[in-house]
């Protein structure tokens, strides 16, 4: 047994507080996929409370001509760039092989920042993805209780401490493969506690879809919260979005991470929100998909499309709708008049609709809410990936499941984002070790007894020879070496921090 499990079994005194009052955190309701999304757990989308209309009046309140303003230049610019993008579709997403991440080429590095997405080949040979995939379906053959949407025929599996999604969560190419997406991000702070070299191991779900599924048909959505985007005790703490609400949408850096820091991303306690910082998404393919075989689609406008369904709340179209309406017939929402910048006015006294959001769910967008971004088309399938292949999007994405798997095999992927280590994510591991060694779901998920009572679950006295050193160390079963030659004055700050709140010293 090695010295990290013995630490993590006698921790600390400091720790062994963390580790109780972690304990006490109300443990989520059990749920699958579904509960995190409002179209898929049968919800319809309604005006909110009303202290979100005061809530969108303070934000803007003193710069409502600039937004006008910003809104028509941003109308000018989706005008532009959606005939692009639905001229090239997937070319549009860059790709490198992973053996060139050491010196990427600036096409790449430029696209990547200006889509928010990216496929890096080959991250993981392909034999051993293949295997990785073999092993889960004897895991769940073995053990029938495991939850899954949806129930009659399961795609995505209420899975976390599988050895598959162990190793591939600690394999050393992928942990680069993070490293290296991370490294887009940049801070205007630069002592700030904050590492991108020492990624975090988020535990996910994993989704082996079937050929003819038409049920995991979730829409347009992006996560990280809905309305904790617009309040000002979600995003608002890091003042991330200011510069939108106050009519230079232009001037938003979705890369910069300092104001994403202290970011509560999770106001309502949602089945399956999410309350770490994922930099980026993510899946590694354990399958050979292409486009409407089961895949991802994501809007490739980062900066763009995020300014627009963030303003998009504040205005309402003065023609094609009747008096109060939030969405006109399919028809008039794509006709040039409908959509032309002087047919939308903001709104003199804001309405308590922020459109496609719902407490407690991920952030839905569809063409009728958001008509300028005409997501019929703009919406771009992933490239065809093979096993082993990592796909990447920024957490702003927009990003949908093909509303059909059209393809002839199975569509699998394990969810693996991009976490840095910050002090946040490092209080967020502590629940999930402990998770992981009860074999309860990861924390930002739906509860229950999860793979507690499963057959072949991987335990921590076996992580060091599954995963070694660095591995363990993303799981934070082994302390970090906050001594290292090389370490930026950040990085040495959070990795002694994160060792304390790990219970590795006082």
Same mark, same amino acid.
């Given at each position: 047994?090695?010295?990290?499990?013995?630490?993590?079994?006698?921790?600390?005194?400091?720790?062994?507080?963390?580790?109780?009052?972690?304990?006490?955190?109300?443990?989520?309701?059990?749920?699958?996929?579904?509960?995190?999304?409002?179209?898929?757990?049968?919800?319809?989308?309604?005006?909110?409370?009303?202290?979100?209309?005061?809530?969108?009046?303070?934000?803007?309140?003193?710069?409502?001509?600039?937004?006008?303003?910003?809104?028509?230049?941003?109308?000018?610019?989706?005008?532009?760039?959606?005939?692009?993008?639905?001229?090239?579709?997937?070319?549009?997403?860059?790709?490198?092989?992973?053996?060139?991440?050491?010196?990427?080429?600036?096409?790449?590095?430029?696209?990547?920042?200006?889509?928010?997405?990216?496929?890096?080949?080959?991250?993981?040979?392909?034999?051993?993805?293949?295997?990785?995939?073999?092993?889960?379906?004897?895991?769940?053959?073995?053990?029938?209780?495991?939850?899954?949407?949806?129930?009659?025929?399961?795609?995505? %599996? =209420?899975?976390?401490?599988?050895?598959?999604? $162990? +190793? &591939?969560?600690?394999?050393?190419?992928? @942990?680069?493969?993070?490293? *290296?997406?991370?490294?887009?991000?940049?801070?205007?702070?630069?002592?700030?506690?904050?590492?991108?070299?020492?990624?975090?191991?988020?535990?996910?779900?994993?989704?082996?879809?079937?050929?003819?599924?038409?049920?995991?048909?979730?829409?347009?959505?992006?996560?990280?919260?809905?309305?904790?985007?617009?309040?000002?005790?979600?995003?608002?703490?890091?003042?991330?979005?200011?510069?939108?609400?106050?009519?230079?949408?232009?001037?938003?850096?979705?890369?910069?991470?300092?104001?994403?820091?202290?970011?509560?991303?999770?106001?309502?306690?949602?089945?399956?929100?999410?309350?770490?910082?994922?930099?980026?998404?993510?899946?590694?393919?354990?399958?050979?998909?292409?486009? %409407? =075989?089961?895949?991802?689609?994501?809007?490739? $406008? +980062? &900066?763009?499309?995020?300014?627009?369904? @963030?303003?998009?709340?504040? *205005?309402?179209?003065?023609?094609?709708?009747?008096?109060?309406?939030?969405?006109?017939?399919?028809?008039?929402?794509?006709?040039?008049?409908?959509?032309?910048?002087?047919?939308?006015?903001?709104?003199?006294?804001?309405?308590?609709?922020?459109?496609?959001?719902?407490?407690?769910?991920?952030?839905?967008?569809?063409?009728?809410?958001?008509?300028?971004?005409?997501?019929?088309?703009?919406?771009?399938?992933?490239?065809?990936?093979?096993?082993?292949?990592?796909?990447?999007?920024?957490?702003?994405?927009?990003?949908?499941?093909?509303?059909?798997?059209?393809?002839?095999?199975?569509?699998?992927?394990?969810?693996?984002?991009?976490?840095?280590?910050?002090?946040?994510?490092?209080?967020?591991?502590?629940?999930?070790?402990?998770?992981? +060694?009860?074999?309860?779901?990861?924390?930002?998920?739906?509860?229950?007894?999860?793979?507690?009572?499963?057959?072949?679950?991987?335990?921590?006295?076996?992580?060091?020879?599954?995963?070694?050193?660095?591995?363990?160390?993303?799981?934070?079963?082994?302390?970090?070496?906050?001594?290292?030659?090389?370490?930026?004055?950040?990085?040495?700050?959070?990795?002694?921090?994160?060792?304390?709140?790990?219970?590795?010293?006082?």
């Amino acid at each position: 047994m090695f010295s990290a499990f013995r630490t993590i079994r006698s921790p600390s005194r400091r720790a062994a507080t963390q580790l109780r009052t972690a304990a006490k955190q109300a443990q989520k309701r059990a749920g699958d996929i579904s509960d995190a999304f409002a179209s898929l757990s049968g919800q319809k989308f309604e005006p909110l409370t009303p202290e979100y209309a005061d809530l969108k009046s303070r934000l803007i309140r003193g710069h409502e001509s600039a937004v006008r303003e910003s809104w028509e230049r941003l109308l000018r610019v989706l005008r532009e760039e959606i005939p692009l993008i639905v001229e090239l579709g997937s070319k549009i997403v860059p790709e490198i092989e992973f053996k060139d991440v050491d010196n990427a080429p600036e096409a790449f590095s430029s696209e990547l920042r200006k889509r928010g997405v990216a496929v890096v080949k080959g991250v993981v040979p392909e034999q051993e993805a293949l295997q990785w995939k073999e092993s889960l379906r004897e895991y769940i053959r073995q053990n029938p209780q495991t939850k899954a949407f949806p129930a009659d025929k399961p795609q995505v %599996f =209420e899975l976390y401490w599988s050895q598959s999604q $162990l +190793l &591939a969560r600690g394999n050393s190419n992928l @942990l680069k493969t993070h490293q *290296f997406l991370m490294s887009y991000w940049h801070s205007t702070k630069p002592h700030i506690p904050l590492s991108t070299n020492h990624p975090i191991s988020y535990a996910d779900r994993l989704r082996m879809r079937l050929p003819g599924d038409a049920k995991f048909a979730l829409g347009p959505h992006v996560d990280g919260g809905s309305v904790e985007r617009w309040d000002d005790r979600g995003y608002g703490l890091g003042k991330v979005y200011d510069s939108v609400w106050q009519g230079r949408w232009e001037d938003f850096d979705p890369w910069e991470a300092s104001c994403r820091l202290p970011v509560v991303s999770d106001l309502h306690q949602g089945v399956g929100a999410c309350s770490a910082f994922r930099m980026f998404q993510g899946w590694l393919s354990l399958s050979t998909t292409g486009p %409407f =075989e089961g895949t991802l689609l994501v809007n490739p $406008l +980062l &900066a763009e499309a995020t300014a627009y369904y @963030l303003l998009r709340p504040f *205005f309402s179209p003065k023609r094609g709708v009747d008096s109060g309406a939030q969405t006109a017939s399919e028809a008039i929402t794509q006709s040039a008049d409908f959509l032309a910048p002087d047919n939308w006015e903001i709104d003199l006294t804001q309405s308590s609709w922020v459109q496609g959001a719902t407490p407690g769910h991920g952030q839905e967008l569809s063409h009728l809410l958001h008509p300028h971004l005409n997501l019929q088309k703009s919406m771009i399938h992933m490239p065809t990936v093979r096993p082993g292949d990592y796909v990447a999007w920024h957490c702003d994405t927009i990003h949908s499941v093909d509303k059909t798997h059209a393809g002839k095999t199975d569509s699998s992927v394990l969810y693996i984002p991009a976490c840095p280590m910050t002090e946040d994510n490092a209080n967020y591991l502590v629940r999930q070790r402990d998770n992981f +060694l009860n074999g309860t779901p990861s924390p930002d998920f739906g509860g229950g007894v999860g793979e507690s009572e499963h057959v072949g679950r991987i335990k921590a006295e076996d992580m060091a020879q599954l995963v070694g050193d660095e591995g363990c160390r993303a799981m934070g079963l082994k302390e970090w070496d906050s001594d290292a030659a090389g370490l930026g004055p950040g990085e040495r700050v959070i990795l002694d921090r994160a060792n304390k709140i790990l219970g590795f010293y006082d």
